[in-house]
């Protein structure tokens, strides 16, 4: 489970982290001060970090060491990649401010980016998207390099490759989820977000945003009652120790593409051939992590059924047709009418 640690240990990390310094970019000031990318095309020594909030276990971790793997072979130990997991440099809001401020390099985003780049709420809101075939599609089509150009236009920040999270469910301690009256006043643990928030509102849910790493305490302790956890992590934070009912895999309440972001004034650092290797060494930990969390999902929802957690059929269409006008309401909001009809044509 991801912790936070304590505001003095962040603010030393990052006071490293911020220490880093790209020692081609000295070259190039000798030279004349001019752009280091038009200096040279060749790999400039680089300490890249990588901060994420999940735990280890987490397949983040697997995405982000297979990129620190490839990206060191690529440039020959020239640009080297320090992975920092489980929240050790913050929450995600966090990590987001400190990718855009430097001492943090690469991070994904998720529900809190929304408050930078309000185009992330659309990829928050349940049932839109259908599962992890759903998401590869997404993510190979046009419609992944539109959401990167707005969230780069609202936030500042260059998408480099996109994560999976898997697929989400609802867990819940003392009442099974079938028909969207079974949410009636509800109170679920959900991500910081108000696209999440206004469609768990719209089934009579009542949201409680509350951060990861307090999720099996909140639910053990009935601060909640319940939560919308990919399959991982209900196995790896052991909440099916907690939980009577989870609603079956067949149905995926969230199953949101993650963007790997940096900020544009990095990526704007890099030359042409570290951009390269960069990029390439993201696309391979990209398909890498998707395949690890596909991996790690089934063997979850195996471990899980085996707890004895009671699994529930949801009656999706019912759902869907609860909260398609929260989609397209969001779509309006958001400007966003093409992207949502791109994501519904590809299911």
């Not at 880093?20 to 000295?26: A, H, N």
């Not at 640009?79 to 855009?100: A, F, K, W």
Request: aromatic share 8%; proline share 4%.
């Amino acid at each position: 489970m991801a912790r936070r640690v304590s505001h003095i240990t962040r603010i030393t990390v990052l006071a490293a982290a911020a220490a880093i310094v790209f020692t081609g970019c000295s070259r190039v000031e000798a030279a004349g001060g001019s752009d280091p990318t038009e200096a040279t095309d060749e790999i400039r020594p680089h300490t890249i970090v990588f901060a994420h909030i999940t735990a280890e276990t987490f397949p983040y971790q697997a995405g982000a060491l297979k990129f620190k793997e490839v990206l060191e072979e690529l440039s020959d130990g020239a640009m080297t990649v320090n992975v920092y997991p489980g929240g050790q440099l913050g929450n995600e809001r966090d990590i987001n401010e400190s990718i855009l401020e430097g001492s943090v390099h690469v991070g994904v985003g998720a529900g809190a980016l929304a408050t930078q780049a309000g185009i992330m709420n659309l990829l928050e809101l349940p049932f839109m998207i259908s599962g992890q075939e759903h998401l590869a599609r997404i993510i190979e089509s046009p419609i992944a390099d539109q959401l990167a150009d707005r969230i780069k236009e609202q936030g500042g920040y260059e998408v480099v490759g996109w994560f999976s999270t898997g697929d989400s469910a609802i867990q819940t301690t003392d009442r099974a989820i079938t028909v969207p009256a079974d949410m009636q006043g509800l109170k679920l643990r959900a991500i910081e977000n108000p696209a999440l928030a206004d469609a768990l509102s719209s089934l009579g849910a009542n949201p409680t945003p509350m951060p990861y790493g307090e999720v099996y305490t909140g639910v053990q302790t009935g601060v909640v009652e319940g939560a919308t956890l990919d399959w991982g992590s209900v196995n790896s934070m052991h909440l099916y120790e907690i939980i009577k009912y989870t609603t079956g895999p067949e149905a995926a309440f969230l199953a949101e593409p993650r963007p790997v972001i940096v900020s544009v004034e990095f990526w704007d650092s890099l030359n042409d051939a570290e951009k390269d290797i960069f990029s390439t060494a993201m696309a391979e930990a990209a398909e890498f992590e998707r395949a690890t969390f596909l991996e790690v999902q089934t063997e979850a929802i195996e471990a899980i059924r085996d707890s004895g957690v009671t699994f529930t059929e949801l009656d999706q269409a019912a759902f869907q047709e609860v909260l398609e006008p929260v989609w397209q309401k969001w779509a309006t909001d958001l400007d966003a009418q093409e992207i949502l009809d791109g994501i519904l044509a590809l299911r």
